[in-house]
């Protein structure tokens, strides 16, 4: 059987605390040794001088509308905007339709998986009934189906007792909970952070302390019950203070902020384009340099996408009624280097642990490093190309991307997934 080999290229492997020139091998799925006394007809070489190698880059925040798409975003084309933004595996959130909790419902969502998906897509069960916060789904049948997480992400449940309970029920199970900290009660019309901006552009205000007060309650439960949550999209400075107090006490809890908190602040709104609208929403530049420190220093443990595709005509309109969601997969490795590369702080071992090595660790998923024996999901990345997104020209069905037309330096070349090429720029 074929041998793969990358060679030249500049290894990053956080977990084997390899940072420097080698070749990586591979063969059928698997990460091996390099081969002795082997005809080297045998092995396909990959020239990757001057290239960056490292493991497949983890998401946990995959959104899909529709599982069978039709014209919108599907498994198919959310996957290969995945593999293009060298992520080889994802985890597919559960506000899609039909809705993820129940057993015969994850069973169909598996079987399209499996027959459409071009990366690894992991599923996340619903936390409560139908994602409604007021009953909880069966969560040890969906465990017995596949699902290794839940949440009712983009919601939370805003019933205390419920979500508490769920989170005990969880652990009994070894599921991951994760959470988007919102109260709806001081943010169910925000579209803007609450603040002078919004104010002068009239629209309603997301204050932190809606996502605040909702981390210190996951923070409260998780050491209650002394089991894990894992808090999603984290945007606010004192969101910041809160975890890194909690992980100073040995709390296990653990979160991520997207890449399009760390490289925008509030200012991107004013021309009231929805592509900037998100959940939560984009805020001062406080936040943003709280959040770059805070992912550097490894209080934030993760970088998610929050990939979230809308058609043209559901997001192109009002500000304040357009939903809250942009797409992200492509452009998420790219806009982190260009955000990160210029301070003190920043290496390349630290941004792929963020990627790809700590999501692997919060998911317990046999990815994120290439150690001998894994699977070969790997990624190629070339810091020198310079390139233009351009939604229209992007893997993606959806083009709600805050970053059109936007310049980035260094851009991913290819994927490989269980050893085999997902996506290729040639």
């Given at each position: 059987m074929s041998i793969t080999c990358l060679k030249g290229g500049r290894v990053i492997d956080p977990v084997n605390g390899v940072n420097n020139i080698q070749d990586v091998y591979f063969q059928k799925e698997t990460i091996i040794t390099k081969p002795r006394n082997i005809d080297t007809e045998l092995i396909t070489t990959i020239d990757v001088r001057g290239k960056i190698i490292f493991p497949g880059l983890v998401d946990l925040r995959f959104h899909l509308k529709n599982i069978t798409g039709g014209q919108t975003e599907n498994i198919l084309s959310g996957t290969q905007a995945a593999a293009a933004g060298g992520y080889s595996s994802v985890l597919l959130m559960p506000d899609i339709s039909p809705k993820p909790d129940n057993p015969g419902t994850i069973q169909f969502i598996q079987d399209r998986i499996i027959k459409h998906a071009c990366v690894k897509v992991l599923l996340c069960g619903n936390l409560t009934k139908d994602g409604k916060g007021e009953q909880l789904a069966p969560l040890g049948s969906l465990q017995e189906t596949g699902v290794i997480a839940i949440t009712d992400c983009p919601k939370t449940s805003q019933n205390n007792q419920i979500f508490s309970k769920g989170v005990e029920y969880a652990s009994m199970f070894g599921l991951l909970v994760l959470d988007l900290p919102r109260d709806m009660s001081l943010s169910g019309n925000g579209s803007a952070h609450d603040g002078p901006l919004a104010l002068k552009m009239g629209l309603g205000g997301y204050p932190r302390i809606a996502e605040e007060l909702y981390v210190q309650r996951a923070i409260s439960i998780a050491q209650s019950i002394d089991t894990k949550i894992h808090l999603t999209s984290i945007s606010s400075k004192g969101s910041v203070e809160l975890i890194k107090s909690a992980k100073d006490k040995g709390i296990k809890i653990s979160a991520d902020v997207t890449a399009n908190h760390l490289y925008f602040n509030e200012n991107c709104i004013t021309g009231f384009n929805p592509n900037f609208k998100m959940s939560p929403p984009i805020r001062e530049e406080i936040d943003r340099v709280s959040l770059i420190n805070a992912l550097l220093e490894g209080t934030i443990d993760c970088v998610s996408t929050a990939h979230n595709p809308f058609q043209e005509h559901e997001k192109n309109v009002e500000y304040d009624l357009s939903p809250a969601g942009v797409v992200g997969f492509e452009t998420t490795l790219s806009s982190c280097y260009q955000t990160l590369k210029e301070h003190k702080k920043f290496c390349w071992t630290k941004?792929?642990?963020?990627?790809?090595?700590?999501?692997?660790?919060?998911?317990?998923?046999?990815?994120?490093?290439?150690?001998?024996?894994?699977?070969?999901?790997?990624?190629?990345?070339?810091?020198?190309?310079?390139?233009?997104?351009?939604?229209r020209n992007s893997f993606s069905q959806a083009t709600n991307s805050p970053f059109e037309k936007h310049l980035f330096q260094g851009k991913i070349i290819q994927t490989f997934v269980n050893g085999k090429i997902a996506f290729d720029l040639k």
């Amino acid at each position: 059987m074929s041998i793969t080999c990358l060679k030249g290229g500049r290894v990053i492997d956080p977990v084997n605390g390899v940072n420097n020139i080698q070749d990586v091998y591979f063969q059928k799925e698997t990460i091996i040794t390099k081969p002795r006394n082997i005809d080297t007809e045998l092995i396909t070489t990959i020239d990757v001088r001057g290239k960056i190698i490292f493991p497949g880059l983890v998401d946990l925040r995959f959104h899909l509308k529709n599982i069978t798409g039709g014209q919108t975003e599907n498994i198919l084309s959310g996957t290969q905007a995945a593999a293009a933004g060298g992520y080889s595996s994802v985890l597919l959130m559960p506000d899609i339709s039909p809705k993820p909790d129940n057993p015969g419902t994850i069973q169909f969502i598996q079987d399209r998986i499996i027959k459409h998906a071009c990366v690894k897509v992991l599923l996340c069960g619903n936390l409560t009934k139908d994602g409604k916060g007021e009953q909880l789904a069966p969560l040890g049948s969906l465990q017995e189906t596949g699902v290794i997480a839940i949440t009712d992400c983009p919601k939370t449940s805003q019933n205390n007792q419920i979500f508490s309970k769920g989170v005990e029920y969880a652990s009994m199970f070894g599921l991951l909970v994760l959470d988007l900290p919102r109260d709806m009660s001081l943010s169910g019309n925000g579209s803007a952070h609450d603040g002078p901006l919004a104010l002068k552009m009239g629209l309603g205000g997301y204050p932190r302390i809606a996502e605040e007060l909702y981390v210190q309650r996951a923070i409260s439960i998780a050491q209650s019950i002394d089991t894990k949550i894992h808090l999603t999209s984290i945007s606010s400075k004192g969101s910041v203070e809160l975890i890194k107090s909690a992980k100073d006490k040995g709390i296990k809890i653990s979160a991520d902020v997207t890449a399009n908190h760390l490289y925008f602040n509030e200012n991107c709104i004013t021309g009231f384009n929805p592509n900037f609208k998100m959940s939560p929403p984009i805020r001062e530049e406080i936040d943003r340099v709280s959040l770059i420190n805070a992912l550097l220093e490894g209080t934030i443990d993760c970088v998610s996408t929050a990939h979230n595709p809308f058609q043209e005509h559901e997001k192109n309109v009002e500000y304040d009624l357009s939903p809250a969601g942009v797409v992200g997969f492509e452009t998420t490795l790219s806009s982190c280097y260009q955000t990160l590369k210029e301070h003190k702080k920043f290496c390349w071992t630290k941004l792929i642990k963020a990627m790809s090595s700590n999501p692997s660790k919060i998911l317990e998923i046999d990815t994120g490093s290439l150690s001998i024996g894994t699977p070969a999901d790997v990624a190629v990345f070339d810091p020198n190309i310079e390139w233009e997104y351009e939604a229209r020209n992007s893997f993606s069905q959806a083009t709600n991307s805050p970053f059109e037309k936007h310049l980035f330096q260094g851009k991913i070349i290819q994927t490989f997934v269980n050893g085999k090429i997902a996506f290729d720029l040639k």
